[in-house]
């Protein structure tokens, strides 16, 4: 009798652990989706480009920020210069192409082109909490930035 109970005790905890699993899949898969999402109509701002810190001063006055729109529109500043282009989104890999952008002539402008060659490099996006991370094809962090708190 005590060989039956524990069997059946032993069933029960398998089962319910394996219908816990699948509870935890769901939720990662839904919060994939959510993030996703949460990648369109939100400014992001550049902190980082290939691990260095982007700072303002007076050569660098205006933070270099893009925005991804519903109909696969991304546009933004440079920290001078404005830009546009499109993007197509499937998962977590995009593919930005064609990027336009004003020729004002700036100061610090370096900074402007390493901007457009990451943004021409990123292959996947990620998303973590406030922050946006633009990998490259190795899955390498190239680009950090972070959500705009007030719009």
Not at 36 to 52: D, F, I, K, P, Y
Not at 53 to 67: R, T, Y
Request: aromatic share 4%; net charge neutral.
């Amino acid at each position: 009798m005590k060989k039956i109970t524990l069997i059946i005790a032993l069933a029960i905890i398998t089962v319910s652990c394996n219908t816990k699993k699948e509870v935890v899949t769901n939720n990662e898969q839904v919060e994939a989706q959510v993030s996703s999402m949460a990648l369109s109509e939100t400014v992001w701002n550049l902190q980082e480009l290939n691990g260095q810190a982007v700072s303002l001063d007076k050569n660098f006055p205006k933070q270099p920020n893009l925005i991804f729109t519903r109909k696969n529109d991304i546009s933004g500043n440079l920290g001078c210069n404005n830009f546009s282009s499109n993007y197509q989104l499937k998962d977590n890999t995009i593919t930005i192409k064609q990027i336009a952008s004003t020729q004002m002539a700036c100061p610090n402008l370096a900074i402007e082109q390493k901007f457009i060659e990451v943004l021409e490099q990123t292959k996947h996006v990620e998303i973590e909490k406030d922050i946006l991370l633009l990998k490259n094809k190795d899955q390498e962090i190239i680009a950090k930035l972070k959500a705009e708190q007030d719009l």
